[in-house]
Nanobody, 124 residues
Framework: QLVESGGGSVQAGGSLRLSCTPP????????MAWFRQGPGKEREGVAA????????DYADSVKDRFTVSQDNTKNTLSLVMDNLKPEDTGTYYC???????????????????WGQGTQVTVSS
């Protein structure tokens, strides 16, 4: 199981950093992603990356505000969230897949491993 950390509560305009550690090595997974689920909403893809390097995809709603990065020495995937908005509130999940899904990266069913989720609350 993936382990997330770093959630919390901030005011609009603030920043948070989430981290995700896989049970093995990052390179054991072909792709890793961040999803979120707001109150009464479906789970939606936030960002995804190919662990071997290359493309990083972002949802339009978070482009230019969120940044995904991986630290291979620490075996950690991070999500830096800047200029947070109240609509970013939700439970954030890390996910991993043995395949790279290209344009369908935001489909939750593509991922086999999930973390327990970490809460992010943004107040106005």
């Amino acid at each position: 199981q993936l382990v997330e950390s770093g959630g919390g509560s901030v005011q609009a305009g603030g920043s948070l950093r989430l981290s995700c550690t896989p049970p093995g090595f990052l390179f054991d997974e072909a792709a890793m992603a961040w999803f979120r689920q707001g109150p009464g909403k479906e789970r939606e893809g936030v960002a995804a990356t190919v662990t071997a390097g290359g493309s990083i995809d972002y949802a339009d709603s978070v482009k230019d505000r969120f940044t995904v990065s991986q630290d291979n020495t620490k075996n950690t995937l991070s999500l830096v969230m800047d200029n947070l908005k109240p609509e970013d509130t939700g439970t954030y999940y890390c996910a991993a897949s043995g395949y790279c899904w290209g344009t369908t990266w935001a489909n939750p069913s593509r991922y086999e491993l999930w973390g327990q989720g970490t809460q992010v609350t943004v107040s106005s």
